[in-house]
């Protein structure tokens, strides 16, 4: 098969059929520069807000309390038979395009924009969906973009991030195959893996041995991995760093979070540090299966505590969850 055809539905298409199709918001490569805001104007999204048409606004502006609000998972679509290739305008498409982009750090929005296309699969079908959660009239209002490893959010009021809005995003992607090799060779999220490496290589021989669990990590059912646990916490207690190794950890988790735009990351760890919630955190790391070529360079691990839950899983590939209840 050449590289440069897909199959959909049994029928083999070319990636410039699927771009086409696609249009603006998912051509997935190298785009211009974003919008520049205009002092006094609209955010992006509250722009594609007011673009809806009668129907397109009956279809995807849901409740602000609506139950899909706080579900995330590795592949779902909020609102399955409005995709962005079929259901909006060129100009829409556009607009959700800068949106998306506008939600990570320039430096990696490249690469966000190839994990998108890269898991399409080469089938139009996996094309994402978006939402919004309320109105402008709700101080919540939110904007929702999901797809295949892919689910970000943002408040609708504004082009400025206030972290993710109390609720669940998820990234992830296998570059290369499904079950990717030790090194996640063009994984653009691995580079997390490597700097939660570095924190671990920075503690003691005690606390390596705290922080690996002879146990599973958490079970990737939706609900189940970013539930909020008070008690049975495993791994390596953060009250028990000392304050340098405490920074370090708020330090890893800022550079962690980098692919996001810097206001988004600022926000969230503001939050974090406020709250004071990294002396109740537990970080851990999981053995095995879990350490893909048994290297202990960990590929598997979780920072979670009464108040927060981030799950990074390397095996087969990589899937990441974050979830700061607000």
Request: with cysteine.
């Amino acid at each position: 098969m050449k590289s440069d055809m897909f199959s959909s539905g049994g029928k083999f298409v070319s990636r410039r059929e699927i771009l086409r199709a696609l249009g603006a918001t998912a051509t997935w490569v190298a785009s211009p520069k974003l919008q520049a805001a205009v002092p006094g104007s609209d955010s992006l999204p509250m722009q594609f807000y007011k673009s809806l048409s009668e129907e397109q606004h009956s279809r995807i502006v849901l409740p602000s309390d609506h139950p899909k609000r706080g579900y995330v998972s590795n592949w779902w679509y909020i609102c399955p038979d409005q995709r962005l290739h079929t259901f909006y305008t060129k100009d829409q498409q556009d607009l959700v395009r800068q949106i998306f982009e506008s939600l990570h750090h320039p430096e990696h929005r490249e690469k966000m924009n190839w994990q998108v296309q890269k898991d399409l699969m080469g089938q139009i079908k996996n094309t994402p969906s978006v939402a919004f959660f309320g109105t402008p009239a709700d101080e919540d209002f939110e904007f929702i973009y999901t797809g295949h490893h892919v689910t970000r959010r943002c408040s609708a009021l504004s082009d400025k991030g206030l972290g993710f809005g109390g609720r669940p995003i998820f990234y992830g992607n296998f570059a290369k195959a499904f079950r990717e090799s030790k090194d996640h060779e063009g994984n653009p999220f691995w580079y997390q893996g490597l700097v939660f490496n570095e924190f671990v290589s920075a503690l003691d021989g005690k606390q390596q041995e705290k922080i690996l669990v002879g146990r599973e990590p958490r079970p990737e059912n939706p609900a189940r991995v970013i539930e909020r646990r008070k008690d049975d916490l495993p791994g390596l207690c953060a009250a028990d760093l000392s304050k340098d190794q405490q920074a370090k950890l708020l330090e890893t988790m800022r550079r962690m979070l980098a692919c996001f735009r810097p206001d988004d990351v600022a926000a969230t760890m503001r939050t974090i540090e406020e709250k004071k919630l990294v002396e109740r955190l537990f970080v851990s790391c999981y053995g095995g299966a879990f350490d893909i070529g048994g290297d202990k360079v960990w590929d598997t691990w979780q920072i979670e505590g009464p108040d927060m839950v981030w799950y990074f899983r390397g095996f087969p590939h990589i899937h990441g969850y974050f979830h700061l209840p607000s």
